[in-house]
């Protein structure tokens, strides 16, 4: 493998190299890379803006996550935010600070992975900062995205008995942690793994590691219910797990909410994982965090139209704010719903 | 002095403490803190986005820099980037990690400082992350603004035979970096200082202290231009020196230059202090950066109006690009210059 120095091109030199060839897409992007702020026009519409920050050692592992994944995600959870919105992601700029232990290809990994996702999602790279680091890598991202006004979905808006819905499903992200933790363990466990060839058991697996290593934000999610006339009452991503986002829309918009236990959509993967580690799936969907499938909630009128929609499933209602938060079990318990939140581990 | 543990507070809980009273000030921030993504709406304006990410040990020494003055000037050097597009700053995001060695206070004197910057600049903080970080702080801010799309000025507009103009004065910064430098070398120099109180020799230093530590985007300037009817042909703020900028200009707008040594404008306090550590005064001038004044060129014809500014000097002018970048020094010798470009230290 090829290792070049970072200070053989210095800072400017680096982002140079790293951004020649960006190719802005949207009309909106006025000025992208190359001053002292891009210019951005959405004509009227409105600006959305997220930005979230990643730091080695707390949100990702380079042991196990390649550089190019890494990009691609801390790409996708940013534009997630703006779907979470009811926007469309149009701009993005990336910050990165990293230490002498990285090199130019490993820095052509990372952009690789984060212009996969700008380009399937239709953003453009339009500025960012790249620094030093005393110790390992640090990841700050923002994107910007458009909404006509009448169109954002805010966390405030749901209503005392409205259908409570999720894309997807929930739980596959934090299984295939789990999974490569203990692909991890298994490594350091065995010294003579150090001189060898390393292959790690995933077979079967694919799909609960590639939902934790390569998420997807739902943007299909977001035009499937601009096609069926439907506009959430509320909305968010799952990033921190279920209970704790339902937790997020009950209090802001001053209800309550009961979810049905059979009703949170598994998947198969996510299911035998946690029987494997003899753990419940059910507590899993709920806190695991990470999947970055969307929660909206729609007024009851809409039912049928929900119901038409690929990929979505009702798991709930709002209720009123004095009956609480509640998951009702298997076995017709109710159990108050509490927001025990994993740490995010990118 | 009380210390509160961070994780007394846990992610949601210290965002909420931090920014709690926060008002907005702007008609364009529909929605700040509190979602997925704020909102903004600029009617038909455009945006204008920069960010700048900044590492302990790197771009800041938290032995001399108390926190309320690195928030102070982690927002300023944001909120002067889009004064040198020529545009309005609006609204901020602020992105911080932090190890266990940093309490509650800590953050509360941090934000007390970016919050006292954006308020003198009618910026509002409208969103961000708080996460940790295994060592040290890691800071990253977006700064998000507005101007009419024919104000805006971009680096690139420069013609050959513009007048180049500075604000301010030059060197102060590098110099205020060099003496607390200084400082902290002579504290460390002798072990009874770790135990008694210390009493650094800044007497007759407290600008150039100031301009390390707490500087000031240049707001007026942009606001005398407006009002003395300039539209300046090319602008940026001089973070890295005056050389290393200048070439910028010259590079993007494809035109040379001619700058005169003895039309650099210094401070007293810089050229005391130069001449204290033995050093060129201009070249400080001209490559210290951080003075987060602003370079910019206007043409010929508005050599008159340019007089009547407050606090702005002419220092030379574009030249054909053959002709390349020169500095005239006080002796009349033509010198090529080069970006030497410290490395840039919050």
New interface residues.
């Given amino acids: 493998m090829k290792r070049t120095e970072i200070s053989e091109y210095g800072e400017f030199g680096l982002i140079d190299h790293l951004t020649k060839g960006i190719e802005n897409v949207n009309a909106s992007t006025?000025?992208g890379i190359?001053?002292?702020?891009?210019?951005?026009?959405?004509?009227?519409k409105?600006?959305?803006?997220?930005?979230?920050?990643?730091?080695?050692?707390?949100?990702f592992d380079l042991t196990y996550v390649p550089l190019k994944h890494l990009g691609y995600k801390a790409a996708m959870v940013n534009i997630s935010?703006?779907y979470?919105?009811n926007?469309t992601p149009r701009?993005m700029?990336l910050?990165?600070?990293l230490s002498k232990r990285f090199s130019v290809e490993d820095m052509e990994d990372f952009y690789a992975g984060v212009l996969l996702a700008c380009q399937k999602h239709g953003v453009d790279l339009?500025?960012?900062?790249t620094?030093?680091?005393?110790?390992?890598l640090?990841i700050?991202i923002?994107?910007?995205?458009e909404?006509d006004?009448d169109r954002?979905v805010?966390?405030?808006g749901a209503g005392q008995n409205d259908l409570i819905c999720v894309s997807g499903n929930l739980g596959a992200a934090y299984m295939g942690l789990q999974l490569l933790e203990r692909e991890k363990a298994v490594y350091y466990s065995d010294p003579k793994n150090l001189q060898e060839p390393f292959s790690p058991d995933f077979a079967g697996k694919e799909y609960i590691l590639e939902r934790q290593l390569k998420p997807e934000a739902r943007g299909d999610i977001i035009e499937q219910l601009d096609k069926a006339g439907i506009k959430p009452t509320s909305m968010?991503?799952i990033s921190d797990g279920l209970s704790s986002e339902l937790m997020h829309l009950c209090r802001?918009s001053g209800t309550g909410c009961s979810v049905y236990e059979e009703r949170i959509p598994i998947d198969y993967e996510t299911a035998v994982m946690a029987e494997e580690l003899n753990m419940d799936v059910y507590t899993c969907a709920l806190n695991g965090g990470e999947d970055y499938e969307l929660l909206f909630t729609v007024p009851l009128t809409d039912h049928d139209k929900v119901l038409q929609l690929k990929d979505v499933k009702i798991i709930g209602h709002m209720t009123r704010p004095e009956l609480g938060q509640h998951l009702v079990t298997r076995s017709g318990q109710e159990v108050e719903l509490k927001a025990q939140g994993w740490q995010s581990n990118l």
């Fill in positions: 006025a000025y190359g001053d002292d702020a891009a210019v951005l026009d959405y004509k009227g409105q600006t959305l803006v997220t930005t979230d920050m990643l730091m080695e050692g707390v949100h935010d703006i979470a919105m926007g701009q700029t910050s990165v600070a339009v500025g960012g900062d620094t030093s680091s005393l110790t390992g640090a700050s923002t994107c910007i995205g909404a006004k954002i805010f966390r405030n968010m991503d802001q």
